[in-house]
């Protein structure tokens, strides 16, 4: 097959990496994507959102395969856009359409989606201008901590855990009246706070049927023992120690089972990934929110514990076939560490040299692009968060301890990572 792949990021790296392993793969492109996936096929200039190019690029390269990567284009229509095209009638397309992908695109269309299809979540209430002082009432009355989402997409930065009323009030009219996140924080979904710990499960679904992927856990603070702000994901580990045949049955009858029967119920066209953001406590599993793609970094864990060659897994899922699919899992751990560049999540420079790349060790770990590009023959630095490094292990030790010492031998000016990766299982 002729594949397109659309992304430019780690998830996307690992993707490429994978279906580059596949003997049903004849050409591969990806837009615009990074120093790591051109190592995998042949890179392409387009933005993600630049619609008609990647549309003509289907056409000059004759694409019979895209999978969209990230969630951007995907709550902005691209496979909506794609598929009115008669020019490109014939091909597949993994990502759902727009509406599917607002279980993304908006917390209160997947809340009302969870509470419709009775999904365990958290109680919430939304607001806007319209109802705002009603909101301002509802925080001051609210037990604490409470937590607020921007409605729309905010760079994974929308949401926040306030432990004070003057706090969430505070957040609330930034939000609203003072557009501290433009557009998508003009609704705001006020939830309560729900204890426990969370985990991230991965389902293929072609519409009717699903598969359900090597689940995993990220950690997003920046710095070691889960504290300092939000990033988009400093490290992960698959699989989850705590998530045994119990918990991943809770789930699959009480939350992916019901949500696949809601799009069918709610005649929602979805063919790609979704993601479930999982909180456990006391072996109760609830949800937190959707995604309608894959997760960075947790992509750069599942995907190598996949067996299955994924190009045939896409086709499955195109044809609507999946219940003709079995996957399979390697039984070993993969962490992942990722390297973030100095100053992230704040300010940060680009164009740093990485040198090492080479020196990682290909029989136990991978390294994965994530915000990288090449520049005057040189592999530089083009993002916040720069590559990650996932090792496989017995145990979590074992895998956080190779890719931990991986790590020591790829460098950047103003490199940073987390030691601790892993570290409540170790």
């Known amino acids: 097959m002729r594949i397109l ?33 051109a190592t995998c096929g042949t890179n392409l200039p387009y933005h993600v959102t630049d619609f008609e190019n990647i549309r003509q690029a289907c056409i000059d390269h004759k694409i019979e395969l895209v999978i969209v990567g990230p969630e951007e284009p995907l709550v902005k229509g691209i ?34 989606f969870m509470m419709r299809h009775q999904i365990p979540t958290a109680a919430y209430k939304e607001f806007t201008l319209q109802n705002y002082q009603e909101g301002i009432t509802y925080l001051q009355q609210h037990s604490l901590p409470i937590v607020l989402k921007a409605d729309g997409l905010a760079a994974g930065k929308g949401v926040v855990i306030c432990h004070s009323p003057f706090e969430a009030v505070a957040e609330y009219e930034l939000m609203i009246q003072r557009a501290k996140y433009g557009e998508a924080g003009k609704k ?23 598969v359900i992927l090597p689940e995993a856990k990220d950690y997003k603070r920046i710095d070691e023992g889960d504290k300092g702000p939000n990033t988009g994901g400093m ?19 009480r939350i992916i089972k019901p949500t696949v029967e809601g799009l069918v ?59 003709t699919v079995n996957i399979e899992t ?6 992942t560490t990722v390297a973030v560049s100095g100053g992230y999540p704040g300010d940060y420079e680009k164009g740093k040299e990485i040198t090492g790349i080479d020196k990682v060790n290909p029989e136990d770990s991978i390294l994965f692009h994530m915000g990288t590009t090449v520049k005057d023959g040189k592999t530089v630095t083009n993002g916040g968060r720069v590559f990650c490094i996932s090792a496989y292990g017995r145990s979590v030790f074992d895998a956080a301890e190779i890719s931990r010492m991986e790590m020591l031998k790829v460098n950047f000016e103003g490199k940073k990572y987390r030691m601790d990766i892993g570290y409540e299982f170790e």
Not at 96 to 105: C, R, S, T, V, Y
Not at 301 to 323: E, F, G, M, S, Y
């Open 5 to 37: 792949l659309i992304g430019s990021g780690g998830r996307e790296h690992a993707l490429a990496w994978k279906i580059a392993q596949s003997p049903h793969c004849e050409k591969l492109l990806i837009t615009p994507g990074n120093a790591g996936t």
């Open 79 to 112: 496979t909506d856009y794609l598929i009115s095209d008669k020019a490109l009638a014939h091909i597949d397309i993994i990502g759902p359409d727009k509406m599917g992908a607002q279980l993304e695109g908006s917390k209160a269309f997947a809340k009302a």
């Open 188 to 210: 705001v979904v006020v939830e309560e706070f729900m204890n426990g710990i969370e985990m991230s499960v991965f389902v293929l679904t072609d519409g009717k049927h699903y």
């Open 235 to 253: 490290g992960a580990v698959s699989p989850v120690p705590f998530a045994d045949k119990s918990l991943m049955k809770k789930i699959e009858e």
């Open 265 to 323: 119920k709610d005649g929602l066209e979805y063919r790609g990934f979704i993601f479930f953001g999982l909180m456990i406590e006391n072996g109760v599993p609830r949800m937190i929110e959707y995604n309608c793609r894959m997760g960075d970094p947790e992509t750069e864990v599942v995907i190598p514990r996949l067996q299955n060659d994924l190009v045939l897994l896409l086709k499955a899922t195109a044809a609507q076939q999946l219940n």
């Open 330 to 335: 390697d039984t070993r751990t993969v962490c």
